[in-house]
């Protein structure tokens, strides 16, 4: 299953617990593809370091690494027409669409709000852990 996780999923995902976490984890184990695009990639990277300086315990440069390694990476793509009432977030629903992927995780209300666009579900992380994951 190809998944895009929106910046909020991602950088929860790595500085905390909790259902992100889950999720990465599971992208770790080949459960699921992480699916970015470049300029995904680089708002991963610009928050987390933002991040970092909070928690300078937590170390980025590692899952980033990881992330630029392993997830399936797809051109920068751009949507006819806005989609999302934040525009910035139609970069997440642009790679999909890229991708052929059928979910968004997504924790930011503009973005759930567009769930069902071209078939792509957006989904928060705890109803994707729950509908898609097995518990273990």
Not at 77 to 98: E, G, N, W
Request: proline residues 6%; charged residues 20%.
């Amino acid at each position: 299953m190809r998944v895009i996780l929106d910046t909020n999923v991602f950088i929860s995902g790595v500085f905390f617990s909790g259902p992100p976490s889950k999720i990465l984890e599971a992208w770790k184990n080949r459960a699921i593809k992480l699916v970015i695009s470049p300029s995904i990639f680089e708002e991963y990277r610009r928050v987390a370091g933002e991040l970092s300086k909070q928690f300078p315990s937590v170390e980025i440069s590692s899952i980033l690494e990881l992330v630029a390694i392993n997830a399936d990476m797809v051109p920068d793509t751009t949507l006819p027409t806005p989609v999302c009432t934040d525009s910035d977030d139609d970069k997440f629903l642009a790679c999909a669409v890229t991708a052929k992927a059928r979910i968004v995780c997504s924790g930011d209300k503009a973005l759930l709000n567009t769930s069902g666009y071209r078939n792509i579900q957006v989904l928060t992380p705890t109803v994707f852990w729950k509908n898609h994951m097995k518990e273990s």
